[in-house]
């Protein structure tokens, strides 16, 4: 069974500040892997999907990395600004389904 | 083009009562999942389906059944409901080709059982 693990669990940071946001997984046979954001009381939205066979994906300010083989992933998020304020999950995806770690809660402060 | 959509928003039960949460998506997608969270956790599987007349047991399948009354449509039935399947509750759908694709997730559903 999949165990994703994802730290630190919440994060406080200035506005401006970069974010590196840490997910680790247990079975590295993945397909590949996405990040969401979650807002307070919604749904998820993706925001970057990595395949196993690439090392990073990035869209904007975002950068996600992957190590297939020491099972783990990295999001980076340049320039933080208040609207950043979320949930981040990460989920790798084998045998066609996704597991989820718990998630870390950014707060930007501005 | 709504993606993937969800019915009701809210609902609250009492023990022992049944309901059916509902989910269509528009992308004309093969694959279509129900997850569930609870507080301080990630989303878990319920159920999924592969494709259309296709459906298989998630992490957490007790209590649940599940109907995929077409390629748009995917139903999670609660038979009698318990204050344990508290929870939001997401559909999620993706293509599946000879690789897995990104999965879109529709607003959820926020059930409370009393």
């Known amino acids: 069974k999949q165990e994703v693990t994802q730290i630190p669990a919440a994060l406080s940071v200035p506005e401006g500040e970069n974010l590196v946001l840490n997910c680790s997984f247990t079975?590295?046979?993945?397909?590949?892997l996405q990040w969401f954001r979650q807002d307070p009381g919604k749904g998820l939205t993706s925001l970057l999907l990595?395949?196993?066979?690439?090392r990073e994906q990035t869209s904007g300010r975002l950068n996600a990395s992957l190590d297939k083989s020491s099972g783990r992933s990295t999001l980076y998020i340049a320039a933080s600004q208040p609207g950043d304020s979320a949930t981040y999950l990460c989920?790798?995806?084998?045998?066609?389904?996704?597991?989820f770690g718990a998630g870390t809660t950014v707060t930007v402060r501005a | 083009n709504a993606g993937v959509t969800q019915t009701p928003k809210f609902q609250v039960l009492k023990t022992g009562q049944s309901m059916t949460l509902q989910c269509a998506q528009d992308?004309?997608?093969?694959?279509m999942y129900w997850y569930r969270q609870d507080p301080g956790m990630g989303l878990r599987l319920i159920y999924y389906?592969?494709?259309?007349?296709?459906?298989d047991k998630g992490e957490v399948p007790n209590g649940y059944n599940v109907s995929r009354l077409n390629k748009r449509e995917f139903s999670l039935r609660l038979e009698s409901a318990a204050p344990s399947q508290t929870s939001v509750y997401f559909c999620?759908?993706?293509?599946?080709?000879?690789?897995?694709?990104?999965?879109?997730f529709g607003p959820g559903t926020r059930l409370t059982v009393t």
């Open positions: 999620a759908s993706s293509e599946l080709g000879a690789l897995p694709y990104e999965q879109y």
């Open positions: 990595i395949q196993s066979s690439q």
């Open positions: 389906s592969a494709s259309e007349g296709t459906t």
């Open positions: 989920a790798p995806n084998d045998d066609y389904k996704l597991s």
């Open positions: 079975d590295s046979a993945i397909y590949n």
């Open positions: 992308m004309n997608h093969n694959s």
